[in-house]
């Protein structure tokens, strides 16, 4: 009997024992479930909680009834499963809504957009430059804190990733930097060109078309200052023209010297000057139909 009391857990100094080993056994499970249920009445209710309401209450179905019948809490444990869909369908809402707000973060449509006017004397200027350098700049955030955030996005769980249905931001956020770099770089140089009394960005045009060769076509794809770029060349294309002229003719290099002294002193940019506008423009190649062609060449 002595080994049989140490196994069931009965206490040594016990003086007395009614009923057998074995049915003190049971009376001690039932006491266990019965604590175990006053401790999910205390618990903070959330998803986990339900979890485990639902984890016991599963766990009494397969119990004996010589065990059951000592579980005295069974009508508060039926009260605890009532509330168990309420916490599920919380649980449900707040992962919902954590789903959305990755998605402002992981989907493609977050990027913010680019997009010139139809009109070239709508965005050949130096104010809509200004404002497309800083909305190069969001874009050029936003691909930085896709990029940033994608191991942070793979370390959490599957059922909240698999509520997000759009996750393009980690493979466009790549491509786009690299593109939204040199839009900000156009549009830098053509709110320079538009402003400059004197045709000294040469060198940052003919680089400016050296970093469009070097991006991808993919890249290439999600340029949105293409058509400044092209802009630009022509400038770039009709002082050079200018230069060659100057070469060949002494008096026309005179005629340039005093326009670019007249701008300075009236802060006039060159290329609202009458000898720039005098100068026939000449074909600038379309660049997406051309991209290995270089056009910026002295």
Known sequence: MKNQTEVAGIPAYTPVITGSVQQYVYKRKGGVIDREIRRLQRAARNEEWACQVERLAAAILLLPESVTRFCTLGEELDALEEEVPAEHARAR????????????????????????????????????????????????????????????????????????????????????????????????????????????WLPQVALLEMKFHRLSPEEREQLCSVPMLEKLIGAFKTCMAIEDKIAQDPVFGKKVFKEKKRCRKRNIPFLASSIYKQCKQPQVADMMKNPDLRQCTV
């Open 93 to 200: 809402e707040e992962l919902a809504g954590k789903a959305r707000e990755l998605a402002d973060t992981v989907s493609s449509a977050s990027l913010p957009e680019l997009n010139m006017p139809p009109k070239e004397e709508q965005w050949f200027t130096p104010e809509y430059c200004t404002r497309a350098v800083g909305q190069c700049g969001n874009r050029i955030s936003w691909c930085r804190r896709a990029m940033e955030f994608e191991p942070v996005y793979v370390g959490m769980s599957e059922r909240l990733r698999s509520l997000v249905p759009d996750t393009g931001a980690f493979t466009l956020a790549p491509v786009v930097l690299r593109a939204a770099m040199v839009d900000q770089e156009v549009f830098q140089a053509g709110r320079a060109v538009l402003t400059a009394p004197a045709y000294d």
